[in-house]
């Protein structure tokens, strides 16, 4: 929210579906690790975690912006996620994800953004600009 404050984008109208799925910096570092894995057979990854995002989604178990809402939800979900992903990322050679830390941060996203969420997921007001529930948010950007 702001970088594109920073850029000189008008959030008064801007409205994130509390469905959308979170980015997460361990998303990028699976990217990371799993191109990296891959050897000479790459498949060109731009490396900012959307497939590894995407998957959470499809299995159901990717945290969502609604999530940060509920700060017990939001850290039993972040746990679960957790105990998973570190398990692929010490496979694949990298540094465990710190439960602590990241709550922290996905905290500090709250805090910054919560004026902007809406449960209005099918219809917003003319001239808003919505995160729809299939697309990713990524508050770490």
């Keep these: 929210m702001q970088s594109l404050t920073t850029a000189g984008v008008d959030l008064r109208n801007l409205w ?3 469905r959308a799925q979170m980015l997460m910096p361990y998303h990028r570092t699976l990217d990371v ?16 975690g959307i497939g590894p995002a995407y998957a959470d989604k499809a299995a159901r178990s990717g945290l969502r912006i609604g ?8 850290e039993t979900r972040l746990d679960a996620a957790l105990s998973s992903v570190n398990r692929k990322i010490a496979i694949l050679g990298g540094e465990p994800v710190k439960g602590a830390e990241l709550f922290a941060l996905c905290q500090s996203y709250a805090g910054s953004g919560l004026g902007h969420l809406s449960v209005r997921d099918k219809q917003q007001p ?3 600009l919505c995160c729809v529930r299939r697309r990713i948010a990524c508050p770490c950007d």
């Design 67 to 74: 999530d940060l809402l509920h700060p017990a939800w939001l």
């Design 16 to 18: 994130i579906s509390t």
């Design 126 to 128: 003319d001239g808003v």
């Design 33 to 48: 690790l799993e191109e990296a894995a891959r050897g000479k057979d790459t498949i060109g990854t731009t490396k900012r």
